[in-house]
């Protein structure tokens, strides 16, 4: 009976040490992973100038100027450094191949009169566009995060630069009291102050991390302050005052165009609800149209202009503000 205690206390007791070792083990690999991802933002350099004031679709079109399959890659690393997501390229790729095999082992089994390659291809390329559509929709709900958040850290960095704060004592205390994602930047932008980067590095750097306009106009008012002086919190609170306006004549558009995105999304489904009904009321009506390879075209020319309508539709309503 002796014995039994014993071994089941050395059990419990190795389970919670090896509980703890691993935990701490983690935390101190989350901790080495911050500094050096800081200390890699702070020694970046870069040959060329690079101007705030330019054009922000700039930055973006300089990785697709890039030849063949360097210009591919680099673009995913932004698409994923832009998300805010702990993958890697590595991960993503293999995801994504992982997921072509499995779609086309699928397409070679679906009974459907056609090419088997052409089968495999489409539904490998079907299955392997989901993480892409992941991360392009984890990236865009960041965005919108830091878009969101942004106003109240510039009110926030007026207000404490007016109580006599420093501006790096500022950005601080932003990154403390906002919170994530935006104050997650904030934190990195003041840890390269911190470490001895030169501010249009490091401000240059916070606009490459968040891809916003108002990023842009805040790093410009910052530098151009330097340069030529003023007071930098009645600046940075007109901006805010911008930037909130901007937000409500953005809702009033959208609530202007609600109706035309309503009406693409009925225009899509449609076809699509009106075929199962068939399907489920009249199971061999529509069997000719799948066997006779007229059918087929006339199938395929369908589907594509139902996308080619429902693109055009969301472009006449996607207005920029």
């Known amino acids: ?6 071994i089941t206390f050395l059990v419990v007791l190795g ?22 991802s800081v200390l890699k933002t702070v020694t970046e350099q870069e040959d060329d100038h690079v101007n705030l004031l330019i054009d922000p679709d700039q930055q973006k079109k300089q990785p697709e100027q890039q030849a063949g399959l360097e210009g591919i ?15 890697d390229l590595q991960k993503l790729l293999t995801i994504i191949g992982g997921l072509f ?18 089968r495999c291809g489409l539904v490998g390329a079907g299955l392997a566009y989901l993480p892409l559509m992941y991360v392009k929709k984890q990236r865009s709900k960041r965005i919108g995060e830091l878009e ?38 904030f934190r990195a932008l003041f840890n390269e102050q911190n470490l001895g980067a030169p501010l249009d590095r490091s401000l240059i750097n916070f606009g490459k ?42 809702g009033q558009v959208q609530a202007t165009s609600a109706h ?16 199962v009904g068939l399907v489920i009321s009249s199971p061999g009506y529509l069997d ?7 059918g087929r075209k006339l199938i395929g020319a369908g589907v594509g202009c139902q996308i080619l309508g429902n693109m055009f539709i969301r472009k006449i309503i996607k207005i920029r503000v």
């Open 148 to 185: 969101a958040q942004f106003p109240d850290a510039l009110d926030f960095l007026a207000r404490s630069m007016r109580a006599g704060h420093a501006f790096t004592i500022s950005l601080e205390m932003v990154g403390e009291e906002i919170h994530d994602p935006l104050g997650q930047e």
């Open 73 to 87: 890659l680099q673009n995913l690393r932004i698409l994923l450094a832009e998300s805010g997501m702990d993958w």
């Open 209 to 250: 991390r968040v891809p916003l306009p108002d990023v842009r106009f805040f790093a410009s008012a910052v530098l151009l302050q330097r340069q030529t002086g003023g007071n930098l919190s009645e600046v940075l609170g007109r901006l805010s005052h911008i930037i909130r306006e901007r937000f409500r004549l953005k």
């Open 101 to 118: 095999v499995v779609g086309a082992a699928i397409g070679w089994f679906i009974p459907f009169e056609s090419p088997g390659a052409l």
């Open 1 to 6: 009976m002796i014995a039994l205690v014993v």
């Open 15 to 36: 389970s919670l040490m090896l509980a703890i070792s691993t935990g701490l083990r983690y935390f101190e690999s989350k901790r080495r992973k911050q500094l050096v």
């Open 288 to 294: 000719p149209l799948l066997t006779d390879p007229t």
């Open 260 to 275: 035309g995105r309503l009406t693409a999304t009925i225009l899509t489904l449609l076809p699509i609800a009106t075929l």
